[in-house]
């Protein structure tokens, strides 16, 4: 499959009605709904995880609060995520000299893009052991919801309830999901260029590092090279920014 740079020729995704719900369009665009998916919202969680089944998960800040404070909360929730990623876990991240380079080889699952904004996550990842989407959430947002409570001098909740998850069931759902995630910052105005946020796997994906959070892998195969990649990121922040501009007309 060849995925084109060229946003009018993008392709249509055809989304299945249990796991996504319209809620609006923009008939001035030149292609009609083609690129709705924006502005969908997630149906009901999904929780029969498949094993070798990619999901977009996604989790907000209670009442649309921050998730993180400054760098030293945005390291640590990844982090977090690092080390809950782990089937085997000697001790609670707190009491562990835990760092990436000590990840372990067993996974529960694959992370293959991230994007962690203000108040919420976009995490897309594909399991690899039985139970290990729900575990792993529950430990993460458990342990990392300690964490910036201890550190914020705060008690209750952190997150919006429990997070969602929608399969994802199509090569183009893949790559426009991904895409989604890492033109967020951009699009919400908190940075310049997708590889400029720290706390996006999108600079692991251009600059390919030794050791690294994520497995772009799945995403990255659908590619010719790193420039068709870049173009079919960057080709449609101008899009998702005129989306964000109007957002208020068609979500209530």
């Known amino acids: 499959m060849s995925i084109s740079s060229n946003p009018d020729s993008t392709p249509t995704i055809q989304f299945p009605q249990h796991s996504l719900t319209p809620v609006g369009c923009i008939p001035e665009t030149p292609d009609g709904c083609k690129r709705i998916w924006y502005i969908y919202i997630m149906a009901t969680p999904q929780r029969n995880f498949l094993n070798g089944q990619i999901y977009h998960v996604v989790n907000r800040g209670v009442d649309g609060r921050r998730i993180f404070m400054d760098a030293i909360d945005?390291?640590?929730?990844?982090?977090?995520?690092?080390?809950?990623?782990?089937?085997?876990?000697?001790?609670?991240?707190?009491?562990?000299?835990?760092?990436?380079?000590?990840?372990?080889?067993?996974?529960?699952?694959?992370?293959?893009?991230?994007?962690?904004?203000?108040?919420?996550?976009?995490?897309?990842?594909?399991?690899l052991d039985d139970s290990g989407i729900r575990l792993g959430m529950s430990d993460i947002f458990n342990s990392y919801t300690r964490y910036f409570n201890t550190r914020h001098k705060r008690v209750g909740h952190l997150f919006q309830g429990t997070f969602r998850a929608v399969p994802i069931e199509s090569d183009e759902q893949l790559v426009h999901t991904v895409r989604y995630a890492f033109i967020n910052p951009v699009v919400a105005g908190l940075s310049d260029d997708p590889g400029s946020y720290h706390w996006s796997s999108y600079s692991e994906v251009i600059q390919k590092p030794k050791i690294s959070l994520t497995d772009p892998s799945d995403f990255c195969a659908y590619f010719s090279d790193t420039d068709q990649l870049q173009s079919f990121v960057l080709d449609q922040i101008d899009y998702g920014r005129s989306l964000e501009s109007i957002k208020h007309l068609t979500l209530e």
């Open 74 to 127: 945005a390291s640590h929730l990844l982090k977090t995520l690092a080390y809950y990623q782990q089937q085997l876990r000697s001790t609670r991240l707190s009491l562990s000299n835990f760092e990436l380079a000590d990840r372990g080889p067993q996974l529960r699952f694959l992370i293959i893009a991230q994007c962690v904004m203000p108040n919420h996550i976009h995490w897309i990842i594909k399991q």
